[in-house]
């Protein structure tokens, strides 16, 4: 069964960090690319990192590059997505998702088509 898993979210001051996790069980996550996406209330799902299958190579959204870093560990099949300086306007449900390749334009990382995570929710407040 092909299922993606999130965790880590959590309530957490501005400035504080946060770690999430996507596991993923059923298939390889090294041989897929996997994306980190967010969905605030009343806004569009945003893409926020994209890292690729074939040489590692990440991409992120302007408004996470240089705070937000993902990584992935093949051994444990789990990408991760590191969050630091975290401001209110980063609350919102984070997902991870699937695809074959990691598709960018215009900046803007486009929505995986493959299996998505639950989503976890991030809650950023003093």
């Known amino acids: 069964q092909v299922q993606l898993v999130e965790s880590g979210g959590g309530l957490v001051q501005p400035g504080g960090s946060l770690r999430l996790s996507c596991a993923a069980s059923?298939?390889?996550?090294?041989?897929?690319?996997i994306g980190w996406f967010r969905q605030a209330p009343g806004k569009e799902r945003e893409g926020l990192s994209c890292?690729?299958?074939?040489?590692?190579?990440?991409y992120y959204a302007d408004s996470v590059k240089g705070r937000f870093t993902s990584s992935r560990d093949n051994a444990k099949n789990t990408v991760y997505l590191q969050m630091n300086s975290l401001k209110p306007e980063d609350t919102a449900v984070y997902y991870c998702?699937?695809?074959?390749?990691?598709?960018?334009?215009?900046?803007?990382?486009?929505?995986?088509?493959?299996?998505w995570g639950q989503g976890t929710q991030v809650t950023v407040s003093s």
């Open positions: 998702a699937t695809d074959l390749s990691c598709t960018v334009v215009g900046g803007i990382i486009q929505t995986h088509l493959g299996y």
């Open positions: 890292i690729s299958s074939s040489d590692g190579t990440t």
């Open positions: 059923g298939f390889p996550l090294a041989s897929v690319a």
